[in-house]
């Protein structure tokens, strides 16, 4: 086993003892907010973990990555990857009871960039993160009506034809980027903030408000809804879906396994970054939440649980994705194929129902030796349900166009289409109340705010100037911008992040204190399983999964798709390169989290270095209480 | 004048096929898509039912020219096929030999469509007549567009959660402030009975928030071993 320790003196007088938390935890003199019960805990861990992605990102990867056999790499790296490093966050942040700033400032002053960079990157994140709920909220304000407004086309001014770019695209494709978006055709051409959209982000924002606005107190009570009713929406679309046709070919088309997908590399790699993204880790929002626990509860007991639940949770709602994904393929098809048949039986006046999906064939060649001339004349479509159901769509894409046209298809459309924007902004608020957790409790640690000002106002003001900012959201380029900031902000920086946390703990903060320490909390040593993976392998795991993205990254052309109806292949999306400026913008979104590990490192042991003053850390804070008239003056 | 009427009969009827063949001038194709529309309770197309659609052709002339000359009989049908499929003209009134411009026949029509797909219970995209366009119905607009009421009233529901939970908030910490500085007022005047043991009130030895100094030896350690 790798003995490496890295020298870290005065570590003891930053961090409480064991006999100070066996202390705190007796006489409940912690002032730090606390949970009211277990229940609250899991509830909210899991809502922050279970988010969009597990609806809209797994389901995809899993079926182009070989259906079935995808398990395997996800199974495998969730538990190498996943676990270790979820355990590692709960552990360290029960033991430390600090959020992410404190935690790794009392690890090393030298450190503290690291939750810096996590504060940053979660702000980034909850920045794009509100507005797709906003979109949540557009589409669900609009689902009261009957059609529902994404059904049909709108018509033209005088009322003679459909709107071309419907017409040629789709109604929920025209719905989602003209009478949503009303996206322009590049980066560039910002145009105005849509006000609709900005209603909707006020809601988003105002809701959000009102939920974390005493911290755990109120997101405490708001995680009983918010997380359990995308199960509740999920299983209720799960029967709808298996009793709609069509459904049992999606599901088994998801889960055909396709051996031949493991060789890929790039299966494993999707595989590692979606467990890693999945899990929400390295936000900060984690520590903080397992730093109000009680010393003793059972870290690695939770973490094991959550990471199932995660598990579970994505294979679940991919299953009920493509049941109805499958509905909608079966659908299309349908309606190909019935459209092949009536230009067979009005070309050959051949009486109704003669023509099935079954004899079409034999139909065909029929009429071909009957009448080859207007047989020639034919325009046949071609309908295939495996294209169909592998029109692989993920993200944006997958709900507010493929999902809603399926909806429009099923009976009582709009009572599914309120449930699943139901379910959707649930999943998408419980992960905001970790991205803002992940925040505001570093705000407060690093003392930018002064302490006597009240939880609702720092919360106000960090909901506001977030609000204000993702007013670039709702311009015309909006979309575009969330996908840069989606595809960069979120991604390389919690990468490092990561391994910089694992490697803080195992070798500065040292394995042996760390492994005493949850003996300490939870009763027992962590077994050799933890021992290997946080030593060696989840390390290395990131380290290839940062290396090969890093690569990727930055071998591929910057190509982005835009909506342009003046496009020759219109309705496909056309893909353009960015701009010089966007450049710049990228790097800073991702390069200043990253960097501010490093650059506050060296700041830190400049500072050190040039000041020659004796070390003042030795002054502990005393233990022994003086009490003036009842009253303890010094609280600790 | 046996021969004679039945010289007639087949002028009549060549007349009539002539007038009324596919792509004639003025011959319109009617498509009826009854099963499609009905399902099981598609009724057959029988000699009945092409009674009832010259009779609707007629109406539909009366209705638009507003002279009652055209008579059912003004309305030939041909090429009926098992499909549903045929062929229409309307014959002038006036003069049996020439059909009416094919004009006047599309507007009665689209004055009549809803009329004329109700006899048949079917719809503009079940009853097509091949070379009139369907008009599009223009959708139903409600004066406010329904997401803004739901907006509303979600955004009536967070400002008023807001206001609740900063007053409340307000309101604790009022209460908070002015227990401490009640305290306060009430011990300096000496009036705040507080047993006292040992110089810590009891009060804050029940609270627990006393702090036990950890440098005294522990318990077991008290007694120096012999």
């Excluded at chain 2, 009724?43 to 000359?69: G, I, P, Q």
């Amino acid at each position: 086993m790798v003995k490496l320790q890295l020298p870290n003196p005065g570590l003891e007088d930053r961090i409480p003892s064991h006999t100070e938390l066996e202390v705190l935890e007796k006489e409940e003199a912690d002032s730090r907010p606390k949970w009211d019960n277990k229940a609250q805990y899991m509830l909210t861990c899991v809502g922050f973990c279970v988010g969009l992605g597990n609806v809209w990102r797994f389901p995809y990867l899993c079926q182009s990555h070989g259906g079935g056999a995808f398990m395997i790499p996800f199974l495998i790296l969730l538990i190498l990857e996943g676990i270790p490093l979820l355990h590692l966050e709960f552990a360290i942040g029960q033991r430390l009871r600090k959020g992410s700033v404190g935690v790794w400032s009392s690890i090393h002053p030298t450190l503290k960039g690291v939750g810096i960079a996590a504060m940053c990157v979660s702000f980034l994140v909850s920045l794009y993160y509100n507005t797709i709920i906003a979109w949540v909220m557009w589409y669900f304000f609009n689902s009261f009506q009957e059609p529902l407004p994404w059904s049909t086309c709108p018509l033209t001014n005088n009322r003679t034809d459909y709107i071309e770019e419907c017409a040629k695209s789709s109604p929920v494709d025209y719905f989602w980027y003209r009478e949503t978006l009303n996206t322009s055709t590049s980066i560039e051409d910002s145009g105005t903030i849509q006000w609709w959209l900005l209603l909707c982000l006020t809601c988003a924002w105002g809701i959000l408000y009102v939920c974390t606005i005493r911290g755990i107190e109120t997101t405490g009570k708001a995680v009983y809804i918010t997380s359990t009713l995308p199960y509740l929406v999920l299983t209720i679309f799960l029967i709808r879906g298996l009793t709609l046709k069509g459904s049992v070919n999606g599901i088994v088309f998801l889960f055909t396994p396709n051996v031949t997908e493991l060789a890929n590399p790039v299966t494993w790699l999707d595989a590692g970054a979606q467990v890693f993204y999945s899990f929400s880790l390295a936000f900060g929002g984690l520590i903080s939440f397992s730093s109000y626990n009680p010393v003793h509860n059972n870290c690695e007991k939770d973490a094991v649980i959550i990471s199932v639940i995660n598990g579970f949770t994505s294979i679940y709602a991919a299953t009920v994705i493509y049941s109805i994904i499958g509905f909608r393929a079966t659908e299309r098809y349908d309606d190909c194929f019935d459209k092949n048949i009536l230009t067979l039986m009005n070309a050959f006046d051949l009486p109704e129902g003669n023509v099935t999906q079954d004899n079409f064939e034999q139909m065909q060649q029929l009429c071909n030796m009957t009448d080859p001339v207007t047989f020639a004349s034919l325009n046949f479509e071609t309908c295939d349900l495996k294209s169909l159901l592998s029109e692989g769509v993920e993200g944006t894409g997958l709900a507010f166009i493929v999902f809603t046209e399926a909806i429009t298809k099923m009976p009582i459309s709009p009572l599914w289409s309120i449930l699943f924007f139901i379910m959707l902004f649930c999943l998408g608020l419980s992960s905001m109340f970790g991205n803002i957790e992940g925040v505001l409790v570093p705000l407060q640690d690093l003392k930018i705010v002064p302490p006597k000002w009240p939880k609702e106002l720092i919360t106000g003001i960090t909901c506001a100037g977030s609000y204000l900012i993702a007013f670039i959201f709702v311009l015309r380029s909006g979309n575009y911008w969330l996908a840069l900031f989606d595809s960069f902000a979120g991604s390389i920086p919690l990468l490092i992040i990561a391994f910089c946390e694992m490697f803080s703990v195992v070798y500065i903060y040292g394995i042996d204190r760390f492994n005493k320490d949850i003996e300490f909390m939870i009763g027992h040593k962590p077994n050799i399983f933890w021992q290997v993976t946080w030593r060696v392998i989840s390390p290395l795991i990131m380290l290839v999964i940062f290396l090969f993205y890093f690569v990727v990254k930055v071998n591929e052309e910057l190509l982005y798709s835009v909506w342009n109806p003046k496009y020759e292949e219109f309705p496909k999306p056309q893909k353009i390169g960015y701009p010089g400026w966007v450049y710049a913008i990228i790097v800073i979104i991702a390069g200043v989290p990253s960097l501010i590990i490093p650059a506050f490192a060296i700041y830190k042991a400049i500072r050190n270095c040039c000041q020659k003053r004796s070390d003042h850390t030795g002054l502990i804070s005393s233990i022994s209480e003086t009490s003036v008239n009842g009253n303890l003056k010094n609280s600790a | 004048m046996l021969g004679v009427l039945l010289l007639a009969f087949s002028v009549v009827s060549v007349a009539s096929a002539e007038l009324c063949k596919p792509d004639a001038q003025n011959a319109f194709k009617v498509r009826l898509s009854i099963k499609t529309a009905l399902g099981d309770n598609a009724y057959a197309w029988d000699a009945n039912e092409e009674y009832l659609f010259k009779a609707m052709m007629a109406f539909a002339m009366r209705r638009y020219s507003s002279k009652s000359t055209t008579q059912i009989s003004n309305v030939l049908l041909c090429n009926v096929t098992d499909r549903v499929s045929f062929w229409f003209v309307v014959t002038d009134s006036s003069k049996n030999t020439t059909t009416v411009p094919g004009s006047e026949v599309e507007a009665a029509i689209r004055m009549n469509r809803n009329r004329i797909n109700s006899a048949f219970l079917l719809s503009d995209k079940t009853l097509q007549f091949l070379k009139i366009s369907t008009t599009l119905s223009p959708p139903v607009e409600p004066s406010t567009p329904v997401w803004l009421i739901v907006f509303g009233v979600v955004l009536s529901l967070i400002v008023a959660g807001i206001v609740f939970l900063v007053v409340s908030g307000i309101r604790k910490h009022k209460k908070k402030n002015k227990e401490s500085t009640e305290r306060e007022n009430l011990e300096e005047k000496g009036e705040v009975t507080i047993t006292i043991e040992n110089g810590i009130p009891c009060e804050t030895l029940d609270l627990k928030a006393g702090h036990v100094n950890g440098v005294f030896a522990a318990d077991d350690e008290r007694f120096t071993s012999l």
